[in-house]
């Protein structure tokens, strides 16, 4: 079965530490990866994707994500963290195969303390 | 470019109502995908269309349905509304719809079944 892990509910931080919020996935084949940020009360932003080539991705607001095939996980990074980073974090998966559908994690909340 | 929008924002319904939901896609875009958020299952794929046609569907009672109009646009319409069918209703447009695509979410409806 096709699925995305994202095993921490909740991740805090300090203003100005890097920050780490961890996604795995489970696909047969190679993936298509990509990270959303949800603020209150909006819809989902895109903020980068993983399709091939270097295995560090940069994308929106300063974030970048790490692809690493070995431990199937791509996790979301960010060398300096803002209170205005607080939001909930989805990690997705589009499978090669499968018709067309977006496969979530369940969201990590990330808390920026200042 | 006017990104996705989703209307309405907010509806309160009774048990056994029906509702309809309307999401209109960037333009330039023929993929409309519709997902389901709440916090206990997260974001479920619920379908999508392309071309005024279902290209697939996820696992969800033939209460939820949904079309897609010649200019993009999608409705779905939920019958015979159950308490649990209080959620955030999410659309997403993309160009193609492929796994390579980009989507982009409009601010959510925001169902409550009362």
């Known amino acids: 079965a096709q699925s995305v892990a994202q095993p921490e509910d909740q991740v805090n931080v300090a203003e100005g530490n890097p920050l780490t919020v961890k996604c795995t996935y489970s696909?047969?084949?190679?993936?298509?990866l990509f990270w959303y940020v949800q603020y209150p009360n909006r819809g989902l932003q895109f903020l980068l994707k993983?399709?091939?080539?270097?295995?560090l991705v940069k994308g929106s607001y300063g974030f970048e994500a790490e692809f690493n095939k070995s431990q199937t996980s791509f996790h979301l990074k960010k060398p300096s963290a803002l209170v205005s980073d607080s939001a909930l974090y989805f990690c997705a998966v589009r499978p090669h195969t499968g018709g067309f559908k977006t496969i979530f994690g369940a969201g990590t909340r990330l808390f920026v303390k200042a | 470019k006017a990104g996705v929008t989703q209307t309405p924002r907010y509806l309160i319904k009774t048990r056994g109502q029906q509702v309809t939901l309307s999401c209109s896609p960037i333009?330039?875009?023929?993929?409309v995908s519709w997902y389901q958020q709440t916090p206990g299952q997260g974001l479920q794929f619920l379908f999508e269309y392309f071309s005024e046609t279902q290209r697939n569907k996820g696992n969800f009672p033939g209460r939820f349905s949904g079309r897609q109009f010649s200019n993009s646009r999608s409705e779905m319409n939920v019958s015979t509304l159950e308490l649990g069918d209080s959620a955030l209703y999410l659309c997403a447009s993309s160009l193609w719809g492929g796994p390579l695509d980009t989507q982009y979410f409009g601010p959510g409806t925001r169902l409550t079944v009362l």
């Open positions: 993983y399709i091939t080539g270097d295995n």
């Open positions: 696909v047969s084949g190679n993936p298509y």
């Open positions: 333009s330039g875009h023929r993929s």
